[in-house]
């Protein structure tokens, strides 16, 4: 029959197929019976598994976006690779490969396959929009102008320094560059402020003072510093190009440093590159190089003229400094925040301005003034390289502007270490700022800030009105109370003296002002004579003896005691 004819060939091709299942050791070592039944159910059931492919179907996904901050320095995430299928098992060593083990397993009839398996649960996915972190920009405005380098307010004309080389920010084509070429005579290339409608408070445009179409500093995206024609009226960036610009991103520190960036955003940070371009970084950006020289606290800032600021006193209104008799002395130059001057050439211009604040009977203003003329007079030796003397100018303008604006705490350091303040008037004490009588003045009564709580002083001591007409024998309490009693004293007033001081060594008077300072004369006293008290009296001096007769005291006449 047909049929019979089908089967046979297809009964030899199973036979020849076990023959191979069993022909090597890979399939002996998967297939193997002799094993027994539990390891044939072990090997196919792996069989399975490394046969059959799982796909996971689509899910639903809701997504969360939420926008944080980056941290400085987050940590890295290390991602695990997962294994697309499953291992070869370690008893079918014997197999070369994937391919092998597969082969193997297909002699028990088990084929490669794939299930796909249905999500039942909704995956929700959250989407982090992280920012980049760091601080944002504020302009660095003073409460106040006054007493600073520059009032940008008043769209003055300045020059740009750079602090490293003490040389100008000048205009080179497009590009905005420290000077390289000096000619003789040299032109001054001076800025003023703008202040765009637009700008936030406290910050302004820089535009040139020059002749023809206005032209505004500019600072790009790409981080470029270069000069355009029009503001960008604010701090959106502007431009036909790609590259956009701001022009409304400059401030100014009460010191005399221009700073820029965007409010609530990012500080531009100033560089000068090896061809001397000026450009800007951001705390998110890396446009600058290892080669680059940084600007950390912006350029100079040089009024032109250099104004003056208001002048430093040695001593108040009133009084003289003295000298203690010390001999001043001098430390030489400090580098004026990094400025490296040409050749240390200001080194005795820097003594003589030392010495000169250590002199007392030398001025702020005057000591500061031949200072610079100190150091212009140092800068005439480089006269003949123009660069030279060009940066060796600008250095001393930054020194005179430091020392002319913010000198006075050391000039009142020099003062208090080298210099005593003296009233004019020689009948008057210096307390502080004030040339006061310590005589009558409740406030420095006898000395400089000892207050009188009674309100009232006479000849350095504190009097009351309280006690006024007591005399020995009716002597009321006061102070502390104890053996303190009130005298009656010349002048109409009353004095807390100790009434058991002794009336021998104290010194006859008419009137208060016979007696020292911080002495009153007082009255009607058991002495039977006026007499000077002190200030201090009250509590008594001497050392009483077991018995005995006690000498006459202010409050009590010459008597015998027996004990105390």
Same mark, same amino acid.
């Given at each position: 029959?047909?049929?019979?004819?089908?089967?046979?060939?297809?009964?030899?091709?199973?036979?020849?197929?076990?023959?191979?299942?069993?022909?090597?050791?890979?399939?002996?070592?998967?297939?193997?019976?002799?094993?027994?039944?539990?390891? #044939?159910?072990?090997?196919?059931?792996?069989?399975?598994?490394?046969?059959?492919?799982?796909?996971?179907?689509?899910?639903?996904?809701?997504?969360?976006?939420?926008?944080?901050?980056?941290?400085?320095?987050?940590?890295?995430?290390?991602?695990?690779?997962?294994?697309?299928?499953?291992?070869?098992?370690?008893?079918?060593?014997?197999?070369?490969?994937?391919?092998? @083990?597969?082969?193997?397993?297909?002699?028990?009839?088990?084929?490669?396959?794939?299930?796909?398996?249905?999500?039942?649960?909704?995956?929700?996915?959250?989407?982090?929009?992280?920012?980049?972190?760091?601080?944002?920009?504020?302009?660095?405005?003073?409460?106040?102008?006054?007493?600073?380098?520059?009032?940008?307010?008043?769209?003055?004309?300045?020059?740009?320094?750079?602090?490293?080389?003490?040389? %100008?920010?000048?205009?080179?084509?497009?590009?905005?560059?420290?000077?390289?070429?000096?000619?003789?005579? /040299?032109? %001054?290339?001076?800025?003023?402020?703008?202040?765009?409608?637009?700008?936030?408070?406290?910050?302004?445009?820089?535009?040139?003072?020059?002749?023809?179409?206005?032209?505004?500093?500019?600072? @790009?995206?790409?981080?470029?510093?270069?000069?355009?024609?029009?503001?960008?009226?604010?701090?959106?960036?502007?431009?036909?190009?790609?590259?956009?610009?701001?022009?409304?991103?400059?401030?100014?520190?009460?010191?005399?440093?221009?700073?820029?960036?965007?409010?609530?955003?990012?500080?531009?940070?100033?560089?000068?590159?090896?061809?001397?371009?000026?450009?800007?970084?951001?705390?998110?950006?890396?446009?600058?190089?290892?080669?680059?020289?940084?600007?950390?606290?912006?350029? @100079?800032?040089?009024?032109?003229?250099?104004?003056?600021?208001?002048?430093?006193?040695?001593?108040?209104?009133?009084?003289?400094?003295?000298?203690?008799?010390?001999?001043?002395?001098?430390?030489?130059?400090?580098?004026?925040?990094?400025?490296?001057?040409?050749?240390?050439?200001?080194? #005795?211009?820097?003594?003589?301005?030392?010495? $000169?604040?250590?002199?007392?009977?030398?001025?702020?203003?005057?000591?500061?003034?031949?200072?610079?003329?100190?150091?212009?007079?140092?800068?005439?030796?480089?006269?003949?390289?123009?660069?030279?003397?060009?940066? $060796?100018?600008?250095?001393?303008?930054? @020194?005179?502007?430091?020392?002319?604006?913010?000198?006075?705490? =050391?000039?009142?350091?020099?003062?208090? #270490?080298?210099?005593?303040?003296?009233?004019?008037?020689?009948?008057?004490? =210096?307390?502080?700022?004030?040339?006061?009588?310590?005589?009558?003045?409740?406030?420095?009564?006898?000395? $400089?800030?000892?207050?009188?709580?009674?309100?009232?002083?006479?000849?350095?001591?504190?009097?009351?009105?309280?006690?006024?007409?007591?005399?020995?024998?009716?002597?009321?309490?006061?102070?502390?109370?104890?053996?303190?009693?009130?005298?009656?004293?010349?002048?109409?007033?009353?004095?807390?003296?100790?009434?058991?001081?002794?009336?021998?060594?104290?010194?006859?008077?008419?009137?208060?002002?016979?007696?020292?300072?911080?002495?009153?004369?007082?009255?009607?006293?058991?002495?039977?004579?006026?007499?000077?008290?002190?200030?201090?009296?009250?509590?008594?001096?001497?050392?009483?003896?077991?018995?005995? /007769?006690?000498?006459?005291?202010?409050? #009590? %006449?010459?008597? /015998?005691?027996?004990?105390?």
């Amino acid at each position: 029959m047909r049929l019979n004819s089908a089967l046979v060939p297809l009964a030899l091709l199973l036979h020849g197929a076990a023959a191979a299942c069993n022909s090597d050791n890979c399939a002996r070592a998967v297939t193997g019976t002799r094993r027994g039944d539990p390891f #044939e159910t072990t090997a196919k059931a792996d069989c399975s598994r490394f046969m059959t492919k799982t796909v996971t179907g689509s899910a639903v996904t809701v997504t969360n976006t939420v926008s944080i901050t980056a941290a400085p320095n987050a940590p890295q995430a290390t991602v695990v690779k997962r294994d697309g299928t499953a291992a070869v098992p370690s008893y079918a060593s014997a197999c070369s490969g994937t391919s092998r @083990y597969s082969s193997a397993c297909s002699c028990w009839g088990i084929t490669a396959g794939t299930v796909t398996v249905t999500p039942t649960s909704i995956v929700t996915a959250t989407v982090t929009v992280t920012g980049t972190p760091g601080a944002t920009y504020t302009p660095p405005v003073p409460t106040s102008y006054d007493s600073c380098v520059f009032d940008p307010s008043t769209t003055g004309d300045f020059d740009l320094l750079d602090p490293t080389s003490a040389l %100008p920010i000048i205009k080179n084509g497009s590009l905005a560059m420290v000077v390289q070429d000096v000619t003789n005579p /040299w032109v %001054p290339v001076r800025y003023k402020t703008v202040k765009a409608a637009g700008a936030p408070n406290g910050v302004y445009d820089l535009q040139l003072v020059a002749d023809g179409a206005p032209q505004f500093l500019a600072i @790009y995206k790409s981080g470029k510093v270069g000069f355009v024609s029009t503001s960008s009226n604010g701090q959106t960036y502007t431009g036909d190009g790609d590259d956009k610009y701001i022009t409304s991103a400059f401030s100014f520190t009460c010191k005399g440093r221009l700073t820029a960036g965007i409010v609530g955003g990012s500080e531009f940070h100033f560089s000068i590159t090896t061809d001397q371009r000026v450009v800007v970084t951001t705390s998110s950006s890396s446009g600058n190089t290892k080669r680059d020289i940084p600007v950390p606290d912006g350029f @100079y800032v040089i009024p032109a003229p250099i104004p003056g600021a208001p002048p430093g006193q040695r001593c108040p209104a009133g009084q003289t400094a003295v000298s203690k008799g010390l001999t001043p002395t001098a430390n030489g130059c400090g580098a004026k925040d990094g400025i490296k001057v040409p050749d240390l050439s200001f080194g #005795e211009c820097c003594n003589d301005h030392d010495i $000169c604040y250590g002199t007392c009977s030398e001025q702020f203003g005057p000591c500061n003034s031949k200072f610079l003329s100190c150091m212009v007079g140092s800068c005439a030796k480089f006269a003949p390289i123009p660069k030279l003397f060009l940066a $060796c100018n600008g250095a001393a303008a930054t @020194y005179y502007l430091a020392v002319q604006f913010f000198g006075k705490n =050391a000039f009142a350091a020099a003062t208090k #270490e080298m210099c005593d303040c003296k009233c004019d008037d020689k009948t008057k004490t =210096a307390c502080g700022d004030k040339c006061v009588d310590t005589t009558n003045d409740p406030e420095n009564c006898g000395s $400089c800030f000892f207050h009188c709580p009674s309100g009232s002083c006479t000849n350095g001591a504190c009097s009351f009105n309280s006690c006024t007409g007591s005399t020995c024998g009716a002597f009321g309490p006061c102070g502390p109370g104890g053996s303190c009693v009130c005298a009656s004293i010349t002048g109409g007033t009353g004095f807390c003296v100790n009434g058991q001081t002794p009336c021998n060594g104290l010194a006859d008077c008419g009137s208060s002002a016979d007696c020292p300072l911080g002495s009153v004369c007082a009255v009607g006293t058991c002495c039977q004579r006026n007499v000077c008290i002190t200030t201090d009296a009250c509590g008594g001096f001497q050392k009483q003896q077991k018995r005995g /007769w006690l000498n006459a005291t202010i409050g #009590e %006449p010459t008597r /015998w005691v027996d004990s105390f």
